[in-house]
């Protein structure tokens, strides 16, 4: 269950609070906190419901002016479940957060983030691609994922889910439009002594 960083003033504010979506099989589990761009989202409960059920006023908690426009909008095959969620954003920090705002970094902490994207590089099918997606990101933030994974040679979906450990790791923020290294990717990078592959710059 993802949402766009612009929704995220919305659900902050309560003013978004229910999702539709077309699955073939549940995707979340009420009581469970999901993360999305737009923060941390605690489902409430999630139901199978008749798109003829869908009221004005439901449509409008999900970002829609009414029902005729909030089905007019839904993604996925007609045929599937249709499920409405509900959700609050999630009481407390994300601690994955705060990692990220970690800027103070002994040489142990340099150690074992080294040690950690090493551990990545070596389980990756396509080759070591830690240093080059961390350079990347530095030299050009804000910029669409697509068009870095294009400057490496990358598929898009793989690459997300790359950057996702890099962000795992307090390494790097997800933007609106791109993304940009975090305090502590920022103070690792200028610590760290490991280098970009020869030939695997984008």
């Known amino acids: 269950m993802q949402f766009q960083m612009r929704f995220r003033a919305a659900i902050d504010g309560g003013r978004l609070d229910l999702t539709f979506r077309r699955w073939r099989s549940r995707q979340v589990v009420a009581g469970h906190t999901y993360r999305t761009a737009a923060g941390r989202l605690e489902v409430l409960s999630v139901d199978v419901v ?3 059920s869908i009221t004005n006023a439901e449509a409008r908690r999900a970002g829609h002016p009414d029902a005729a426009a909030l089905i007019a909008d839904l993604r996925g095959d007609p045929g599937l479940p249709l499920y409405r969620v509900a959700f609050r954003p999630a009481a407390g920090s994300d601690p994955r957060s705060a990692l990220a705002a970690r800027a103070k970094l002994t040489a142990q902490d340099v150690a074992e983030i080294d040690r950690r994207l090493d ?22 933030p804000g910029v669409r994922a697509a068009d870095l994974a294009a400057r490496l040679g990358r598929e898009v979906a793989p690459f997300k889910l790359d950057v996702r450990k890099l962000k795992a790791l307090g390494l790097t923020h997800s933007l609106e439009v791109g993304y940009r290294l975090s305090p502590r990717g920022e103070a690792y990078r200028r610590r760290s002594t490991r280098t970009v592959p020869a030939g695997a710059r984008g």
Do not use: K, M
């Open 50 to 52: 008749d798109p003829a």
């Open 119 to 140: 551990r990545l590089d070596r389980a990756s099918s396509h080759g070591p691609w830690t240093a080059v997606t961390l350079e990347s990101i530095a030299g050009s």
